[in-house]
């Protein structure tokens, strides 16, 4: 389950991703899913290590705090 914050523009990505992916959204500079939001689902789903089930996971998680991934 993911970790609510307290503060508003601070939701900490979920637990269990996989380290590539993890490290590839950490060298684009995607610590929350706040930042998730502003890389977009196009830009998501073409960096290395991030597969079918972080696009779920991290889907979920925004579904989860009421955030959507925009599709550029």
Known sequence: MTRKSSRPGS????????AP?????AHAG???LENLVQLG??????MPGVCPR????????MDEHGLELPAG
């Open 41 to 46: 689902q196009r830009r998501l789903a073409g």
């Open 30 to 32: 995607v610590e929350t």
């Open 11 to 18: 939701t900490p990505l979920p637990a269990g991703l996989a």
């Open 54 to 61: 972080t696009v779920a996971q991290l889907q979920d998680a």
């Open 21 to 25: 992916a993890r490290k590839s959204l």
